[in-house]
């Protein structure tokens, strides 16, 4: 299955190889079939990038779900004064390009916070990228507590997603959008919240639980 947002992208890239290629051919230019081997490779890579695997979340409502597939680059408490206004618990998670990169609600609730910010375009596995890049900051009211996550760009992520507005009710594991190549994702929670992983750690979007509440 392929993530409905990188459609446009395939189409686009498979016409941009088809019109090198003809014009290649059509005037014997040797730049322009080499161009278009190269755009081919980037063609077929986006079927990999734009994967979206099926996925059987965990129901317990305990739960916070990895909303990103990636690697545990940080576990810390912090001080949050966007949305919780006070000292919590954060988990990072690091996607290289070679993650799935469709992200899912980490838990059931009311999306109850949603901000986009423009930013820079640092290493996303920089301590300041969470304050300093491109960003969306995402809050959810649920059941056991309140959860923030923030969908972070890096350093050749150009293009945030997300299919959410203050208001919606999240489904734990239901898809809400992805982060274009490469990126992270910071998950906000309260100091109470017993964390099930650890550094280093690699979590599948949707299906590793992060925490429980207590």
């Not at 019109?19 to 059509?26: D, E, F, N, P, R």
């Not at 609600?105 to 901000?115: A, K, L, R, T």
């Not at 959860?147 to 760009?153: C, S």
């Not at 898809?175 to 964390?195: A, E, H, N, Q, T």
């Amino acid at each position: 299955m392929i993530a409905k947002d990188g459609i446009p992208i395939i189409i686009w890239t498979g016409v941009i190889v088809a019109i090198v290629a003809i014009l290649g051919y059509t005037f014997e230019i040797t730049a322009l079939l080499i161009l278009a081997d190269v755009i081919m490779a980037v063609f077929i890579f986006h079927f990999f990038f734009f994967r979206d695997p099926e996925r059987d979340t965990p129901t317990s409502e305990n739960a916070i779900i990895a909303p990103a597939d990636g690697t545990i680059i940080k576990i810390d408490e912090v001080e949050e004064n966007e949305y919780f206004k006070e000292k919590v618990q954060r988990v990072s998670i690091f996607m290289s390009v070679f993650n799935v990169h469709v992200n899912r609600f980490p838990i059931s609730g009311e999306v109850d916070y949603v901000n986009y910010a423009p930013g820079k375009f640092l290493a996303a596995f920089a301590e300041e990228a969470d304050v300093e890049n491109e960003r969306t900051i995402i809050g959810i009211n649920a059941a056991k507590g309140k959860l923030m996550f923030k969908q972070i760009a890096g350093l050749i992520a150009r293009r945030i997603v997300y299919h959410v507005k203050q208001g919606d009710i999240a489904t734990v594991g239901k898809r809400f959008g992805l982060i274009r190549y490469g990126s992270r994702v910071d998950l906000y929670f309260p100091l109470s919240v017993k964390i099930n992983v650890k550094l280093k750690e690699k979590v599948k979007s949707g299906v590793t639980i992060i925490g429980e509440y207590q």
